[in-house]
């Protein structure tokens, strides 16, 4: 699959990372997006916050506050795809963080709530389906009944017009 792939490059380059001797530096594009990040969550403009801390991640991939900035706000907005990727790159970059355990539970916790999500989502399509042929069988059913009506009145008419002609009403 595409995200293992991704993930298991990912592992290749925060090793790569950790063992430099110096960290670099944001680059100033990222630091503009940090800052813009800090000001949507400042606002409470989580959405706003995610997406710019995403765009700091895509200058500096090795970035790990930003993981976990990401993986936070992510899990609150019921964005689990966005928060067990998140975190679980977060902890690469930081596998000596004293609360590795309790970060790698969240990732458990947020893993069973994505399947509950997906479940959820699968049983609204398949109540959506239902309730769709429900409604094509409902307009074939009301279409029929108008037809036999219009056959009906035809034939009620038709009879009415040869009633009145053979009996000199018409």
């Known amino acids: 699959r595409a995200e293992a792939l991704a993930f298991a490059k990912f592992k290749g380059d925060a090793a790569a990372w950790l063992a430099l001797p110096v960290k670099p530096a944001l680059p100033e594009e990222a630091r503009r997006h940090k800052a813009v990040a800090e000001n949507a969550y400042a606002e409470k403009n989580f959405e706003e916050m995610v997406k710019e801390y995403k765009a700091v991640l895509a200058i500096a991939p090795m970035w790990a506050e930003g993981y976990f900035n990401v993986a936070s706000i992510s899990s609150e907005l019921k964005q689990y795809d966005d928060a067990i990727r998140s975190m679980k790159r977060y902890l690469e970059l930081n596998p000596n963080d004293p609360n590795a355990p309790e970060l790698l539970n969240n990732v458990y916790v947020w893993e069973a709530k994505l399947k509950q999500q997906h479940e959820e989502e699968k049983s609204a399509a398949l109540l959506s389906l239902e ?25 009620l008419g ?13």
């Open 131 to 155: 309730n769709a042929q429900k409604a094509e069988q409902a307009a074939a059913k009301a279409s029929n009944n108008m037809i036999m009506a219009l056959v009906i009145t035809a034939l």
């Open 158 to 170: 038709g009879a009415s017009f040869y009633y009145g002609y053979t009996h000199g009403t018409n």
